[in-house]
């Protein structure tokens, strides 16, 4: 009885463990082709030619903006994007940033879904960026 409760056990947590797996690659896959769907992942190269002539917008929350941010870009936090879409024009390249790729691909694909076909994503985000940053006077 031991033995089959046992590996009852150990069945019930790979179940689990694969269960864990199959959700996280999933999501995953989803979210790189909603990338693929909704913008164009640029490195930081391309990112810094093109982004005088375009709208840069940084969507990570305020309080990341102000601790540091790309030069020359706006904040707009992703929770915010929708009451903000007014400020943005629909022929004009945006070019979008968070500390990753995970909030840029949420607001490409709402801004693509709103008419909005130039977008880029730059490639490993705010974290890797190299260029030209304005740093916060102040420390939290």
Do not use: C
Request: net charge positive; proline share 3%.
């Amino acid at each position: 009885m031991v033995i089959g409760a046992i590996s009852t056990s150990a069945l019930i947590l790979d179940i689990i463990f694969i269960a864990i797996i199959l959700v996280w690659l999933g999501s995953y896959l989803f979210g790189r082709w909603r990338r693929n769907k909704y913008a164009t992942v640029i490195d930081e190269e391309d990112f810094q030619k093109g982004m005088h002539k375009a709208q840069v917008l940084d969507v990570r929350p305020k309080n990341q903006f102000d601790r540091g941010h790309i030069l020359g870009a706006r904040s707009m936090p992703l929770t915010f994007l929708r009451q903000q879409m007014g400020e943005l024009r629909p022929d004009l390249p945006v070019y979008l940033y968070d500390e990753g790729m995970t909030l840029s691909t949420q607001a490409a694909a709402y801004l693509g879904k709103r008419g909005f076909n130039k977008v880029y994503i730059l490639k490993d985000g705010y974290a890797k960026w190299s260029g030209k940053t304005k740093k916060a006077k102040y420390a939290d």
